[in-house]
């Protein structure tokens, strides 16, 4: 990749190499390099080949950097794609590319979340959704997934034992959860917001100041806000590895007194059990070469499903102690 990653600095200008570019952490789809030349230092993301060949790929990332920079120019703390020559996707060889101006910042983990930075991505995330987006909002379709996930499928063609014997021990209840999940995002859905819907830890750097930058707009959409609560709060209270109430209440709390309308809170935790199970499907795919760029996306996938699905039997477990 790297040499596609040079044809792309001499494309678009971006300064003669100091070093080779250098793979670091990114999110679960895509990838990302850190390249250094004489005009400066940039995040270029690779985007996921095979996330790309659909069908409104392409339009879905030049949406989602719109969206994120009218953000920006309403005061959220955020960081937007380059457009270079007019464009905000760049193409070589094949392969399309974001570039992002190096933001020196971290991402945490769980045990690094606190309560005042609960409080601060709770504030970033009301901002969010008290923007008029004007005409976006109007050419955004409101899709959500009403089809019950055909778990046996996927338990047919998965050839990892483990992950074969967790879905069979876990196919009933999820039939069901999915079936309820589907009723309440019709309810839900009703009320509908642009925003950035993947506010979970890897999405959000601090700089050194400890202040919140948003980053990874590609699943920007229409989404009810009081489900975007939820499934935020979830992630920032360490639903993926445990749960903190005290942590899940912090930031439910900071968005309502600052403005944000919870009425449809209660409704949208059992409506989040959709999005938990899109993932799981996604990673299904993966693993059953569906939608898979190579092996190593193979194994992160694999972990991904036995994550997802511990991590779904965990919210089941407390959704009860998160109603409002």
């Not at 489900?227 to 992630?235: K, L, P, Q, R, S």
């Not at 996604?282 to 991904?304: A, F, M, S, V, W």
Request: hydrophobic share 35%; net charge neutral; with cysteine.
């Amino acid at each position: 990749m790297n040499a596609q990653i040079k044809k792309l600095i001499k494309k678009c200008k971006l300064g003669s190499l100091q070093k080779e570019p250098s793979r670091v952490s990114g999110g679960l789809l895509n990838r990302m390099y850190k390249v250094q030349t004489d005009k400066g230092t940039f995040a270029i993301k690779l985007l996921n080949p095979e996330v790309m060949k659909r069908e409104n790929a392409k339009k879905n990332h030049i949406f989602a950097e719109a969206v994120s920079n009218i953000a920006k120019n309403n005061y959220v703390s955020c960081l937007p794609a380059k457009i270079i020559d007019g464009k905000i996707i760049q193409q070589v060889d094949g392969y399309y590319f974001l570039i992002f101006d190096w933001l020196e910042g971290k991402t945490i983990i769980d045990e690094e979340v606190t309560i005042e930075k609960c409080k601060k991505v709770a504030k970033e995330l009301l901002k969010i959704h008290k923007i008029d987006f004007g005409e976006l909002k109007e050419k955004c379709k409101a899709y959500y997934d009403t089809d019950v996930v055909d778990w046996k499928f996927y338990i047919e063609k998965v050839e990892n034992k483990k992950i074969k014997e967790l879905l069979l021990d876990n196919i009933g209840r999820f039939s069901e959860l999915d079936r309820q999940a589907i009723q309440s995002l019709k309810m839900t859905a009703k009320n509908m917001v642009i925003s950035h819907r993947d506010l979970d830890l890897p999405n959000i750097l601090w700089d050194s100041s400890e202040n919140p930058v948003v980053i990874d707009w590609e699943s920007t959409g229409l989404i009810n806000p009081s489900m975007e609560v939820v499934d935020t709060a979830w992630n920032w209270s360490g639903g993926q590895n445990y749960f903190d109430k005290e942590k899940f209440d912090a930031f439910v709390t900071t968005y309502k007194e600052n403005g944000g309308n919870l009425d449809e809170f209660n409704e949208a935790l059992k409506a989040d059990y959709k999005a938990k199970f899109g993932w799981l499907e996604y990673n299904l795919k993966r693993i059953c070469g569906i939608e898979c760029l190579d092996e190593e996306e193979k194994i992160l996938g694999e972990k991904e499903v036995i994550r997802t699905i511990d991590e779904i039997n965990k919210f089941c477990l407390y959704s009860e102690y998160m109603k409002i």
